[in-house]
T-cell receptor
Framework: QKEVEQDPGPLSVPEGAIVSLNCTYS??????FMWYRQYSRKGPELLMY????GNKEDGRFTAQVDKSSKYISLFIRDSQPSDSATYLC???????????FGKGTTLSVSS | GAVVSQHPSWVICKSGTSVKIECRSL??????MFWYRQFPKQSLMLMAT?????????EQGVEKDKFLINHASLTLSTLTVTSAHPEDSSFYIC?????????????FGAGTRLSVL
């Protein structure tokens, strides 16, 4: 079993839809959780950062962490064509160490 | 957010030559930088952790003599792919974390696409 599992998709939705992206993990020591967005042939861009369990909201984006289930989610409300990208979940156990990434989910939002 | 600059963005080279990729943190000091490799439609795979003033720590399976890492200052780390071959063609991405106060967040460079002919 891989440390971080993420459905690669692709996921196609119409403009305005609510998008749900998820990752599961096996290492109970993970406590720092991030979501990155990556456009084709570009470096990842940090979207959301969450420490331990709980929710965090930033504009149209909401990140949720359920450590008891080892499950994290990213919700995108009112999705836009510009949201079309690959979304990577990432996590780490200790500050300052390298991130462990999921495979990424490719999202396509059609207008 | 913090800015990490990576150069060049794209390089084409002949088989057998060496290629150097630079990673700079523009507005913060980074005691630690990370180098990743990404194949098409795959996730980022950590290659090595670069520590300022000391030797890099390589992940299992990564040849340290082939992928030379130098972290000469708190704002610059370089990755040199020595004697590159077509199988080294990939997307290389660096990341850096600000100092002690912000070590939880990694900022990524834009990546370098290496094509070895």
């Amino acid at each position: 079993q891989k440390e971080v599992e993420q459905d690669p998709g692709p996921l196609s939705v119409p403009e305005g839809a609510i998008v749900s992206l998820n990752c599961t993990y096996s290492n109970s020591a993970f406590q720092y959780f991030m979501w990155y967005r990556q456009y084709s042939r570009k470096g990842p861009e940090l979207l959301m950062y969450t420490y331990s369990s709980g929710n965090k909201e930033d504009g149209r984006f909401t990140a949720q962490v359920d450590k008891s289930s080892k499950y994290i989610s990213l919700f995108i409300r009112d999705s836009q064509p510009s949201d079309s990208a690959t979304y990577l979940c990432a996590m780490r156990a200790q500050a300052g160490t390298a991130l462990i990434f999921g495979k990424g989910t490719t999202l396509s939002v059609s207008s | 957010g913090a800015v990490v600059s990576q150069h060049p963005s794209w390089v084409i080279c002949k088989s057998g030559t060496s290629v150097k990729i630079e990673c700079r943190s523009l507005d913060f000091q980074a005691t630690t930088m990370f180098w990743y490799r990404q194949f098409p439609k795959q996730s980022l795979m950590l290659m090595a952790t670069s520590n300022e003033g000391s030797k890099a720590t390589y992940e299992q399976g990564v040849e340290k003599d082939k992928f030379l890492i130098n972290h000469a200052s708190l704002t610059l780390s370089t990755l040199t792919v020595t004697s590159a071959h077509p199988e080294d063609s990939s997307f290389y991405i660096c990341s850096a974390s600000p100092g002690l106060a912000g070590t939880n967040i990694q900022y990524f460079g834009a990546g370098t696409r290496l094509s070895v002919l």
